[in-house]
């Protein structure tokens, strides 16, 4: 049978894609190629899957229904999707409100409604983020924590789908597992994201600014880890309980690191200093993420095992063979 992946051109849904793809199952991607940070990278993304056998892409916004109903009626195999599309960025959304509107909130109503009509769905896994935690001052975050004080809007988008997602399984039935992810990282990795903003500021001799004057803490969390994160919650077999048949997941290193302490593995793998400028808090941002991996480590087996000084390198090597100096 086959997956639907959304997003397959951005970061998480290309990885997550070759996975599937590694184990011998039929993919059908789709992406809309929005260019709210460069295309050539979403583009050769998609080039290195468009060649694998099983591999379909389709370019088409999920926010208008005729996408996804041709998609549907295409590819009758479908009996999994993984939505990973989203518009991402915490800052971006206080200028861009209503593409965060139109891509999280009516993309995912129009996911939903496909896997609603999809006759034989074993199970939709979709992202969500750590952002939903907002200001709250317990760490690490658990999934039983209160959600309802984001801080921006992008946070308040996925919390709009993880309500609207349980709505779904609560009326129709859909098995649905939402996975709240901790600032991923790693090789083709997203360029509007801190560790890529500084690993090109450093190369080319540019000052890098650390906000919160160089306090932050983040769980800095290895694509390869939230890969093997959302296969388990693809394929793992779930107890429901009496509720309705969906459950969140954090997929976090369950390690929080200072932000100077990237910086510095930045500069290591580079061999170069970084400039660094102190500024304050920016609007929308927390002060700190941690996750509580309790219930997906029981559930999932979820074992993240990639540290930060080694997944930093990894990174780096791809950044100097993909933006050489």
Not at 195 to 219: E, M
Not at 235 to 243: C, I, S, V
Not at 276 to 282: D, F, K
């Amino acid at each position: 049978m086959t997956v639907l992946v959304t997003g397959t051109a951005g970061f998480i849904g290309f990885h997550v894609a070759a996975a599937l793809l590694d184990r011998g199952e039929a993919v059908v991607g789709i992406d809309s190629l929005d260019p709210y940070y460069e295309v050539a990278l979403k583009e050769a993304r998609l080039a290195q899957l468009a060649p694998r056998p099983g591999f379909t892409q389709i370019r088409g916004d999920l926010a208008c229904p005729a996408t996804l109903e041709a998609v549907m009626a295409a590819h009758p195999g479908i009996d999994r999707i993984v939505h990973l599309a989203a518009q991402a960025g915490v800052r971006h959304s206080i200028d861009n409100p209503r593409a965060y509107i139109r891509a999280n909130v009516a993309g995912h109503l129009e996911v939903l409604e496909a896997a609603r009509h999809l006759q034989g769905l074993k199970r939709m896994v979709y992202a969500s983020t750590s952002s939903v935690y907002g200001a709250n001052a317990k760490r690490p975050y658990a999934v039983t924590d209160p959600v309802e004080q984001p801080v921006s809007l992008y946070a308040a988008t996925k919390r709009a789908d993880e309500l609207m997602s349980r709505t779904y399984a609560h009326l129709y039935g859909i098995p649905l597992v939402g996975l709240r992810f901790f600032t991923v990282y790693g090789p083709w990795g997203r360029p509007d994201m801190a560790y890529f903003l500084f690993a090109r500021a450093i190369s080319a001799g540019r000052p890098i600014r650390l906000f919160g004057n160089g306090t932050l803490l983040r769980d800095f969390t290895y694509i390869d880890d939230i890969v093997a994160g959302v296969l388990a919650a693809l394929d793992r077999p779930l107890t429901w309980g009496d509720g309705p048949p969906h459950r969140l997941y954090n997929l976090g290193n369950n390690r929080p690191e200072p932000v100077t302490r990237l910086v510095a593995l930045i500069e290591q793998a580079l061999g170069r200093k970084a400039v660094v400028e102190l500024t304050g808090m920016q609007p929308g941002d927390v002060e700190a993420t941690a996750a509580d991996i309790t219930e997906s480590a029981r559930d999932l087996g979820f074992a993240p095992s990639t540290p930060l000084d080694v997944g930093i390198p990894r990174f780096i090597d791809w950044f100097a063979g993909h933006y050489p100096a």
